[in-house]
């Protein structure tokens, strides 16, 4: 399948986006060069010169443009070119694409598609990332694997228990009633798993310092195509939310992963975690970082090896779904919306 | 009314319940099929 195009992707952390240097990355097929100007702005320029085709960010920086690397044609952070070698005539076609970029929640957003058609408003949130009440640990790993694998596996998390046992895999994961909603009109995914009086997996035990059993909830929310949160709540078993909907008492960690394609069978798999527990504690960062990059590169091998799998298979294969596919089946029908553009 | 689509599931049972914002329910083995009915069903609260 294609990628859904006039849609927001993530393309970068912002702070992977200094004030000097480039950053060089594809989305959705297209290559891209991200730069901070000193007005403390991303640009998002075609990383392709107009005169032979090299590669913008192998050139260098000067103040607000960019010179390219191989013959000195110079660009505005607009893709308009100022300046070209030995003449003072600047062809007016001399103009690359630009893309429109919104830095939200420690985000940075790409439009991929028409730029009239762009709506920041349309950009789903994840406060949590750059709020001072949590703190956040994050990561990107590349994954050699078409987005939509790991669509499938962030939507169905009974994998947890077979994937990622001794990390953040239970038996109950898997033994636990799923609901399963789509808000179509807003486009959102939902699955619920309310997990009570089960094992604390090490990924929590260790990091919130809840000894024995929990109740533990895992809420997600995919926003297709690229923003999945999980709304993840551990609390000592019994200890529900107050009326008010205060919850002192349980530890919250909200996980984010931003699914975003950059060629057909290849993906930049985002993922963050913000907590609201032992925010002081360095220590708990670490593990946390740790544990869920190797849960990550769990996935990732996976995933990986699955995309070597399905491109060496026929076109049509058969695949069976049962019960627990059935969120991820709901965000495929979502996509499949999205490319057809209904 | 949400404005959802629901589907309900309990592990060791194999059934799924899928429930309309129109009200419609369908109940099916697989879940395909629910989403056939629910994200495709026209006439949505004659449907039952
Ligand atoms: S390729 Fe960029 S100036 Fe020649
Ligand atoms: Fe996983
Ligand atoms: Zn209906």
Known sequence: MPFPRNQWYVAAYGKEIGSEGMLARTICGEPIVFYRTSAGEVAALNDRCVHRRYPLSEGNRDGDTIVCGYHGFTYAPDGRCVAVPGQTRIPRTARVPVYRVVERDSLVWVWIGDAEAADPQAIPRAPWLDSPDWVTVRGMEPLAARYELLVDNLLDLSHETYLHGGYIGTPEVAQTPITTEVDEKAGVVYVSRRMTDVECPPFYARSTGIDGRIDRWQDIEYHPPCLYLLHSRIAPTGVAPLADGDDPRACHAEIVYAITPETETSTHDFWMVSRDFAREDEEVSAFLAESNRTVVLQDVRALDLLEKVIAAEPEGYQELSINIDTGGLAARRLLKRMVEGA | ?48
């Open chain 2, 1 to 48: 009314m949400s404005g959802r689509l629901r589907v309900e599931w309990v592990p060791g049972t194999d059934e799924l319940t899928g429930v309309c914002h129109c009200g419609a329910v369908r109940r099916a083995g697989n879940p395909a099929e629910i989403w056939d009915f629910l994200l495709d069903h026209p006439a949505h609260g004659t449907a039952r």
